[in-house]
T-cell receptor, first 109, second 115 residues
Framework: KQEVTQIPAALSVPEGENLVLNCSFT??????LQWFRQDPGKGLTSLLL?????REQTSGRLNASLDKSSGRSTLYIAASQPGDSATYLC????????FGPGTSLSVIP | DGGITQSPKYLFRKEGQNVTLSCEQN?????MYWYRQDPGQGLRLIYY???????QKGDIAEGYSVSREKKESFPLTVTSAQKNPTAFYLC??????????????FGPGTRLTVT
């Protein structure tokens, strides 16, 4: 069965700290993996997409890595800011897209 | 601007009434999706469509119906048969995967409250 999990479910850090969010998937035969951000009551905003042939992608303070063999992806956020507070979801694309449950991040000023 | 629009943002209905949620995209994507999100839970797939005039049930299709008469539009009807319709509904579209990439884009969502 294809499943996606995210750890931790919630995370609270002081402003300025670097942090890592984790995404695990059971089937390594993926098309790609996408990281999203969701603010309360809003839709999902795409942050990064990593193709199955890629190892990492970077956008500003965000860096996402992909290790298909171990079924893992990480989202690294450098120098966190209060504006980074949101829920972060990973989505793995197979013949269908499967979402993880998300990690709720709170960055404390 | 290219993107996905959903309307209305908030919708209130009485129990027993059908209600239709709108989703429009101008990204020229073939694939479109409807998800439901409940508090503290992940996204659950209701229906998806990979091409005009064709759609498939997702994981929780009971009590919902869709149509795909135009590439740009994928409306969702929440029928009176849906036992617990109050939720946040998200529409998405994506590239078709033929290139090996499925990249999803989401609308702003519609919050439906049924009393």
């Amino acid at each position: 069965k294809q499943e996606v999990t995210q750890i931790p479910a919630a995370l609270s850090v002081p402003e300025g700290e670097n942090l890592v969010l984790n995404c695990s998937f059971t089937d390594s035969a993926i098309y790609n993996l996408q990281w999203f951000r969701q603010d309360p009551g809003k839709g999902l905003t795409s942050l990064l997409l990593i193709q199955s042939s890629q190892r990492e992608q970077t956008s500003g303070r965000l860096n996402a890595s992909l290790d298909k063999s171990s079924g893992r992806s990480t989202l690294y956020i450098a120098a966190s800011q209060p504006g980074d507070s949101a829920t972060y979801l990973c989505a793995v694309s197979y013949d269908k897209v499967i979402f993880g449950p998300g990690t709720s991040l709170s960055v404390i000023p | 601007d290219g993107g996905i629009t959903q309307s209305p943002k908030y919708l209130f209905r009485k129990e027993g009434q059908n209600v239709t949620l709108s989703c429009e995209q101008n990204l020229n994507h073939d694939a479109m999706y409807w998800y439901r999100q409940d508090p503290g839970q992940g996204l659950r797939l209701i229906y998806y469509s990979q091409i005009v005039n064709d759609f498939q049930k997702g994981d929780i299709a009971e009590g919902y119906s869709v149509s795909r008469e135009k590439k740009e539009s994928f409306p969702l009807t929440v029928t009176s048969a849906q036992k617990n319709p109050t939720a946040f509904y998200l529409c998405a579209s994506s590239t078709d995967g033929a290139s090996g990439i499925v990249e999803q884009y989401f609308g702003p969502g519609t919050r439906l409250t049924v009393t």
